[in-house]
């Protein structure tokens, strides 16, 4: 089984930044480097939805349209980490940010991972963006 354990949540203002790390372990991981990783957040009285994806090949990335340009997704697979920069945060960011783990996952354009591509998911950490 494998764990994943999210870590970086905090509180900051309106404009600044925070990085979000994903330990991957476990009995059953082997290596990191066929997991495909996403990022995914739920905020109070809202669904949850995927906000950044990396295949197993890191050949394929997806952002979901309300981060583009302001949030990295990457992984360090020496490290059995990945990683989620955000940049230029807003109130709306404001969520629970979990991110998961899904064996050999693959990506096509544009299109969201699903729950279903993941086996692993972390417990989550808060991140709360003020005005």
């Known amino acids: 089984q494998v764990q994943l354990v999210e870590s970086g949540g905090g509180l900051v203002q309106a404009g600044g930044s925070l990085r979000l790390s994903c330990a991957a372990s476990?009995?059953?991981?082997?290596?990191?480097?066929?997991?495909?990783m996403a990022w995914s957040r739920q905020a109070p009285g809202k669904e949850r939805e995927f906000v950044a994806a990396?295949?197993?090949?890191?050949?394929?990335?997806y952002y979901a349209d309300s981060v583009k340009g302001r949030f990295t997704i990457s992984r360090e697979n020496a490290k059995n980490t990945a990683y989620l920069q955000m940049n230029s945060l807003k109130p709306e960011d404001t969520a629970v940010y979990y991110c998961?783990?899904?064996?050999?996952?693959?990506?096509?354009?544009?299109?969201?991972?699903?729950?279903?591509?993941?086996?692993?998911w972390g417990q989550g950490t808060q991140v709360t963006v003020s005005s």
């Open positions: 476990g009995r059953t991981l082997g290596t990191f480097s066929p997991y495909g």
């Open positions: 990396i295949s197993w090949s890191g050949g394929n990335i």
């Open positions: 998961a783990a899904g064996r050999y996952l693959s990506l096509a354009p544009g299109v969201p991972p699903v729950p279903a591509n993941f086996g692993a």
